[in-house]
């Protein structure tokens, strides 16, 4: 069993700083991306930010240039700076990690592993 715990949402107003953190734990074969999603009210699960294991990010296009996705591999966490916020970024951040779990003595299947979420709220 894989499991995330995300930390670090809150409240904030507009044109602040908010940083989310995601431990990643469990039976981990070897950890393939990270990465956040975010879902506001009434709207579909959307990309925030990924990292692969090479380093190599992916940013969604309304946070490029102001959110930052980072991890620390030796903790197996994933990090999302997110400054100049505006009130659209409004939502339920997801983190998510595909994954390979132990399955026995060997390693399973790629698989997505997603958090229970963090609410982050920005007021005007």
């Known amino acids: 069993q894989v499991q995330l715990v995300e930390s670090g949402g809150g409240l904030v107003q507009a044109g602040g700083s908010l940083r989310l953190s995601c431990a990643v734990s469990g039976s981990i074969f070897t950890i393939n991306a990270m990465g956040w999603y975010r879902q506001a009210p009434g709207k579909q699960r959307e990309l925030v930010a990924a990292?692969?294991?090479?380093?190599?990010?992916n940013y969604g296009d309304s946070v490029k240039g102001r959110f930052t996705i980072s991890t620390d591999n030796a903790k197996n966490t994933v990090y999302l700076q997110m400054n100049s916020l505006v009130p659209e970024d409004t939502a339920v951040y997801y983190c998510n990690a595909n994954a390979r779990a132990f399955n026995g003595w060997r390693a399973g299947d790629p698989y997505d592993y997603w958090g229970k979420g963090t609410l982050v709220t920005v007021s005007s």
């Open positions: 990292i692969t294991s090479s380093g190599s990010t």
